[in-house]
């Protein structure tokens, strides 16, 4: 079956500075890829998503990156801010869209320090 | 999008007994799932939900243990059974439309005592 594993476990930075997240998984058949963030006491929420077809995509201060041929994907965050303190996980499947048994990887809790 | 709603948010249980945990979505959804996430780790699926028909239980969850019910497209129960302290977790529903993307009621910390 699918193994992603996330690295780093935690990661401090300055607000305003950028912070990566990288995963890579083992099951060559995977084609989506999804970025949850999970705030203290609340369920993950869904931030961005990439599939197989594409190499990056970007929302606004947020952007994934992946490489098939490697097998592994990034989250960026630029500019952070306070409140993009939380736990990130990145998750992978071999089924497009959300009707899918998704692996998760293990969770970055990220802090953004003023 | 769909909204779901998972209760209770927390409870507080004795060890030995049972807990159902509820999750109500507000559009019929194709898949529902639960899954378990102990304290710092990430998410680990238990089963998988299904409408009419008994669920499908990933490595090292059963029936017995984490009985699930779906008896329609917007609702489904998680029992937590026979509980003991290694059981305190936070469990988390998830539910999927046909082709988009699924998203997740906001859990349910148990503690058993």
């Known amino acids: 079956g699918e193994n992603v594993e996330q690295h780093p476990s935690t990661l401090s930075v300055q607000e305003g500075d950028s912070a990566v997240i990288k995963c890579t998984y083992s099951?060559?058949?995977?084609?989506?890829f999804p970025w949850y963030k999970q705030e203290l006491g609340k369920g993950p929420q869904l931030i961005i998503d990439i599939r197989s077809n594409v190499g990056e995509k970007k929302d606004q201060r947020i952007a994934v990156t992946l490489n098939k041929t490697a097998k592994h994907f990034s989250l960026h965050i630029t500019e952070t801010q306070p409140e993009d303190s939380a736990v990130y996980f990145c998750?992978?499947?071999?089924?497009?869209?959300?009707?899918?048994?998704?692996?998760f990887g293990t969770g970055t809790q990220l802090k953004v320090e003023l | 999008s769909a909204v779901i709603s998972q209760k209770p948010s927390r409870d507080i249980c004795q060890r030995g007994t049972s807990l159902t945990i509820q999750c109500q979505v507000d559009?019929?959804?194709?898949?529902m799932f639960w899954y378990r996430q102990q304290p710092g780790q990430s998410l680990t699926l238990i089963a998988t939900?299904?409408?009419?028909?008994?669920?499908?239980?990933e490595s090292g969850f059963v029936i017995d243990k984490f009985p699930i019910s779906r008896p329609n497209l917007t609702f489904s129960t998680l029992t937590v059974s026979n509980m003991s302290p290694e059981d305190s977790s936070i469990y988390l529903c998830?539910?999927?439309?046909?082709?988009?993307?699924?998203?997740f009621g906001q859990g349910t910390r148990l503690t058993v005592v």
């Open positions: 998750a992978a499947s071999n089924e497009r869209g959300g009707g899918n048994k998704l692996t």
């Open positions: 998830r539910a999927a439309l046909a082709n988009t993307e699924a998203f």
């Open positions: 939900a299904n409408q009419g028909s008994e669920a499908t239980y």
């Open positions: 559009s019929q959804v194709t898949m």
């Open positions: 099951d060559s058949a995977s084609n989506y």
